[in-house]
């Protein structure tokens, strides 16, 4: 049975392997000592805010992270805007994990009163139907068209 529970402070091992995993989600690219030593990479390994699914151990993981404009992510709208990432281990995919992390996250964000959530996603990349689907749409004009913010 999967739980959902808050990410720890402590977990940025965890950080770092779904950070890897979400870089890597069209094959292998980068290594896990190319995570930590890219600067525009190894910030993702922090979280403002997380959940963690477990299923006799994580996995699967939420998190959001506050950018500032001069240290911008990938997916950076604007600094009251969190960036999120998201990762499911490879044999629990396909399964509503990912959604039921997202709603998670998002009631979270509301809850806080966040105005909204952005993230970035490549081109091919299966997860951006996820995300429409939970109603983030592109940011528009002057962003990346992978950048997607969902506002509240």
Same mark, same amino acid.
């Given at each position: 049975m999967t739980t959902i529970? +808050?990410? !720890?402070a402590d977990e940025q091992a965890l950080l770092s392997q779904a950070t890897l995993g979400n870089i890597n989600w069209a094959g292998p690219r980068y290594a896990l000592d190319d #995570?930590?030593?890219? +600067?525009?990479?190894?910030?993702? #390994?922090? %979280?403002?805010?997380g959940l963690v699914a477990?299923?006799? @151990? +994580?996995? @699967? #993981?939420?998190w959001l992270r506050f950018f500032p404009a001069d240290d911008p992510g990938y997916g950076f709208v604007e600094e009251s805007i969190p960036e999120l990432s998201i990762w499911v281990a490879e044999g629990h995919r396909g399964r509503g994990l990912g959604g039921q992390l997202l709603d998670g996250i998002v009631a979270? %964000? !509301?809850e806080k009163d966040m105005p909204g959530i952005s993230l970035s #996603?490549?081109? @091919?990349?299966p997860a951006r139907h996820l995300y429409e689907r939970h109603g983030f749409l592109p940011a528009g004009d002057g962003y990346d068209s992978g950048t997607l913010v969902l506002r509240f």
């Open positions: 529970r +808050p990410l !720890r #995570v930590m030593n890219t +600067p525009t990479i190894a910030h993702y #390994v922090a %979280a403002d805010e477990e299923d006799g @151990g +994580p996995v @699967g #993981v939420v979270l %964000a !509301r #996603v490549e081109k @091919g990349n």
